[in-house]
């Protein structure tokens, strides 16, 4: 059974009949021009965004889900965070237990680790610079330890080295029998790191399948308007306009 079901996903004009399905231990990155519906997406599946169609999480329908049960197994990462005020690093990560009503330490504690902010606890977050910031609201999210991990652009801010450690700690933790949707601007590390692509398009699902399926000149060309160095065999793949 999918993990995710969407059907005729309408959000006005921003989303436009969307069908599509995310299976447990997949990766699907989200990817399109500006404008082209990506956080609606994630908004939608997070509860943010009203909508018409169907999502259902594990064949329920995630209307009828209780908001307590929906915040457990949906991890959502805006792509803009911030905290009103000067909390410390190991209390930003501790919000991600809200919806468990509990202090687990070890899920926080596994969680700085596994953003490589387990150095800065007791630190304020708003003396750390923005990409370091990133890290630790990701870490918030994985504290709570959602099935369904969703994240908009989650690598913007980050340098070269932190968007490769973010990218495969979001692998693994799809590999892990749970499932990740990310938005992503980097045509060059979706493919490299995502199982399957959705390629929105004015609101519209123009392709959904893996990277060789989705990332084809022809794709590119309607949906960014320009004429694109694709070449998937090579290590890393590059995608660059010409």
């Not at 059974?1 to 447990?24: E, F, T, Y």
């Not at 990133?134 to 709570?144: E, I, K, M, S, T």
């Amino acid at each position: 059974m999918d993990l995710i079901s969407i059907r005729n996903l309408q959000v006005g004009q921003r989303l436009v009949n969307i069908n599509l399905n995310l299976r447990a231990g997949e990766m699907l990155g989200v990817i399109g021009a500006n404008g082209a519906g990506k956080s609606t997406l994630l908004h939608c599946l997070a509860g943010i965004q009203t909508y018409q169609g169907s999502i259902e999480l594990a064949g329920t329908p995630l209307a009828a889900v209780a908001e307590r049960q929906r915040a457990q197994q949906l991890g959502f990462l805006p792509q803009n965070s911030q905290s009103a005020w000067a909390l410390s690093v190991r209390d930003v990560i501790s919000l991600g237990r809200l919806p468990w009503g509990d202090n687990n330490l070890e899920a926080i504690a596994q969680a700085a680790t596994v953003a490589q902010v387990q150095d800065w606890l007791d630190r304020p977050v708003d003396q750390l610079s923005g990409g370091q910031q990133a890290r630790v609201w990701l870490a918030r999210v994985l504290a709570g330890q959602p099935r369904l991990l969703l994240a908009d652009e989650p690598v913007a801010s980050l340098d070269l080295f932190q968007q490769q450690n973010v990218l495969r700690l979001l692998r693994r933790y799809a590999q892990s029998g749970r499932a990740v949707m990310l938005s992503i601007h980097d045509l060059s590390l979706a493919a490299r790191y995502c199982d399957r692509l959705c390629l929105l398009h004015e609101g519209h699902l123009l392709a959904l399948g893996t990277p060789a399926e989705v990332l084809t000149g022809p794709h590119l060309q309607q949906a960014f308007q320009v004429d694109a160095h694709i070449d998937l065999a090579s290590d890393p793949p590059i995608i660059i306009p010409r």
